[in-house]
């Protein structure tokens, strides 16, 4: 089982960055992905990015392509979603997540328990 702790939430202004964290705790990571979701009011949660915990492979959704940078620390197991050019729609709790394999969609079997970032003026 994976532990995930998100922190760096808030509220920012149209145009702002945050960079949130995801700490990682776990027997072993070596074919993990650690992905970063988010869920606005009234909508389904959605992927936004991910990355591997080996190699330097990462995807994103097009809504965030060229504005939202995951990166990872190994050595403090963290996984950073740096997102810039903020926009209201990006308004959501942020949850990261961590599954053993396969491709970035699909099923993740560990969850953190969020982090809210409100885009607002």
């Known amino acids: 089982q994976v532990q995930l702790v998100e922190s760096g939430g808030g509220l920012v202004q149209p145009g702002g960055s945050l960079r949130l964290s995801c700490a990682v705790s776990?027997?072993?990571?070596?074919?993990?992905?650690i992905g970063w979701f988010r869920q606005a009011p009234g909508k389904e949660r959605e992927f936004v990015a991910g990355?591997?915990?080996?190699?330097?492979?990462?995807y994103y959704a097009d809504s965030v392509k060229g504005r939202f940078t995951v990166s990872r620390d190994n050595a403090a197991n963290t996984v950073y979603l740096q997102m810039n050019s903020l926009k209201v729609e990006d308004t959501a709790v942020y949850y990261c997540?961590?599954?053993?394999?396969?491709?970035?969609?699909?099923?993740?079997?560990?969850w953190g328990q969020g982090t809210q970032v409100t885009v607002s003026s």
């Open positions: 990355i591997s915990w080996i190699g330097s492979s990462t």
């Open positions: 997540a961590a599954k053993n394999g396969g491709s970035y969609l699909g099923r993740y079997a560990d």
């Open positions: 776990a027997r072993t990571f070596s074919n993990y992905k």
